[in-house]
Every structure is written in structure tokens, then in C-alpha cells.
């Protein structure tokens, strides 16, 4: 039994397990843009349609080119069968948006859910033969023979269990093994100790106090000037006040909070990348907020509370996202 087991955890592609989970983030952010921005805002130029057609082709492209083909990705070989599959993936976007225009009560509901996986399922049979053929000019196309691809069924996203563990932990707080503390003797008290709880990051602390009294400063301004001037900001001005608070607040403690000692690696603009679709999608949230409640929205209680909801969802979701792409 523990060979079988040894033989299981040595067959999984750890790197393309990982590249699941990224291509999962990109695309629910992508998704949650779409849907925020386009349902909410900007339904009257951009329909159901458009978000549905992003999902197909999010997830069969990004399945070809991130997930199976990654390491061919520089060979023209590749990009010949991509552009011979685009009739293909035109059709079945075409019969999706049939679909949607159809049945415009269910396109709504989670029959569209079962309707994209179809399409999905049986355009990802119908492509990877083309794949396949094309392969044959690859220069490594000997020694890949019998190999795993064109099998995509059989990626099982196990990371986004890890990711959904990672994403209650965000929510519930740090739960991890703490390091034991430091005894450390004081001069005169040979025989007394000072528990130090080596966890705490003292940088780090002073940090997080920064930036949160920039929240609150930029809220008490904003109370000041609404009781002794009454006044209040409306239309794009008060949009861009709290998109700009908002990015302040989430990728300050992002960039500046937790991760500024790796400002200089790859991975962290990579993830900071990742998450700029969700940034989008919140920033929607408050402006579909604002039109919705043009009476409330202005008033600065309802700002602080809406930006420190808003920010506090976000920055709980950044930590699975960063995880994801920390190297």
C-alpha cells in the first residue's frame, strides 16, 4: 500500500497542479470583472453574451497554452494548431451565444453553468485531435510519443482544495505552527527571563499602523469637512476618491505590509498581476453602489464603511492569490 501511495504522489505534476490553481484565480477574477463591471455598469454595451464567451475561451485556451503546452509555447508548431482550432472554438462560441439568445431566462441561472461545461468538454474532444496532429512537427515529437497529452480529463484541480483551505484560513486568521519564543536573560537577573514571542514582526506592526491611519485620516477629513463645511463629493470625484483609497488600502498592505522584502522578485508582480481583475471587479462594487444609492453613497459614514468592508474582502482574498505564486 505505501508503494502505491509513493507511486501516486511521484505521478502528480506538481508544477501543472500549480498552474491549475493559477488559471483558476485569472479566471474567477476575470469572471467576477466581467460580471461586476459589465452586469452592473455597463449592461447596456456589454451584454451576457460577451461574459459567456470569455469563459469558453479562457478555459479551453488556457487549458492548450498554460496547462498542457506550456513548454512548447515558444515553437511555431504550436501556434499553427492553435490558429487551426480558432474555426472550430468560432463555432462553438457561436452556438453558445444561439444558447444565450434563445433561453435569456435560464442564460441567468446555473443551466448556464452545465451548458459551458458541455461546450467546454466536448470542444476540448474536438481540438485536441487537431493538437495532436500538429505535434508531429515538433522537434521533440519522438521522444513525447505515448505520452500524456490530449488527456485533459484527467486534470483533477486538487491545488483549489489547498487554495480553498488557504482562502478559510485568510478569513479565520494565521492558524500555522508558531515558532517558540526566545529566552532571553535581563542583565542584574541571572535567573529571570523574558518570554519574546519571535513571531512578531515589529516592521511589520508599524507597517500595518501606517497604513490604517492613512484609512482613517482620509475618513476623518472626510467627516470634518462634511459637518462644519457640509458638503460631500458626488459623481466622478467621489469614484475616484474611493478607487484610489481603496488601491491604496489593498495592495499598500499587499506591497508594503506583507510582502515588502520580496519587492524585487518575479512571482509577487505576477501575483499582484493575478489580482488586478478582482481590484477591478470591487472597484465596480463601489461604483454600482454609488449609482444605486445615489442619496447614501456620498454620505462619509457610508463610504468608510463600504471601503472597509470592501477592503477587508479583498485583502483576505489577495493571501491564497499571493500563495499561489509564491515561489
Not at 84 to 106: E, K, R
Not at 217 to 232: A, H, K, P, R, W
Request: proline residues 5%.
Amino acid at each position: 500500500m505505501a508503494t502505491n501511495l509513493n507511486d501516486t504522489e511521484q505521478s502528480i505534476d506538481l508544477p501543472k497542479q500549480e498552474r491549475v490553481e493559477r488559471l483558476g484565480w485569472l479566471f474567477l477574477g476575470g469572471g467576477a470583472m466581467l460580471m461586476v463591471n459589465g452586469g452592473l455598469i455597463l449592461h447596456e454595451f456589454m451584454p451576457a453574451q460577451l461574459m459567456h464567451a470569455y469563459a469558453l475561451t479562457v478555459m479551453c485556451y488556457g487549458q492548450i497554452l498554460y496547462l498542457d503546452e506550456i513548454e512548447h509555447v515558444r515553437e511555431r508548431w504550436l501556434w499553427i494548431a492553435v490558429l487551426a482550432t480558432i474555426p472550430v472554438h468560432f463555432l462553438f462560441v457561436t452556438g453558445l451565444i444561439w444558447w444565450d439568445m434563445d433561453h435569456p431566462d435560464l442564460a441567468k441561472t446555473r443551466v448556464f453553468v452545465a451548458k459551458l461545461t458541455e461546450a467546454y468538454v466536448v470542444e476540448m474532444l474536438s481540438v485536441t485531435p487537431i493538437i495532436n496532429w500538429f505535434r508531429r512537427f515538433s522537434p521533440t515529437a519522438g521522444s513525447q510519443q505515448g505520452g500524456r497529452r490530449g488527456r485533459f480529463w484527467k486534470l483533477i484541480p486538487r491545488s483549489w482544495q489547498s487554495a480553498g483551505a488557504r482562502v478559510r484560513k485568510g478569513f479565520q486568521g494565521e492558524t500555522a505552527q508558531q515558532p517558540q519564543p526566545t529566552m532571553v536573560s535581563v542583565p542584574g537577573e541571572s535567573e529571570d527571563f523574558v518570554d519574546l514571542a519571535t513571531d512578531i514582526d515589529l516592521g511589520k506592526e508599524r507597517r500595518k499602523s501606517y497604513l490604517k491611519w492613512f484609512f482613517w485620516g482620509t475618513g476623518l477629513t472626510l467627516l470634518g469637512v462634511y459637518f462644519f463645511e457640509g458638503e460631500v463629493l458626488k459623481g466622478a470625484w467621489l469614484y475616484l476618491l474611493q478607487a484610489s483609497v481603496l488601491s491604496m488600502i489593498c495592495y499598500g498592505h499587499l506591497l508594503y505590509v506583507e510582502e515588502l522584502a520580496s519587492l524585487g522578485a518575479a512571482w509577487l508582480w505576477k501575483a499582484v498581476a493575478a489580482t488586478i481583475p478582482w481590484h477591478v471587479a470591487f472597484v465596480g462594487v463601489l461604483i454600482a453602489f454609488g449609482r444605486g444609492f445615489p442619496t447614501v453613497a456620498p454620505h462619509p459614514i457610508a463610504i468608510i464603511a463600504l471601503l472597509w468592508t470592501l477592503s477587508w474582502l479583498e485583502m483576505k482574498l489577495m493571501v491564497p492569490i499571493t500563495d499561489a505564486y509564491r515561489e
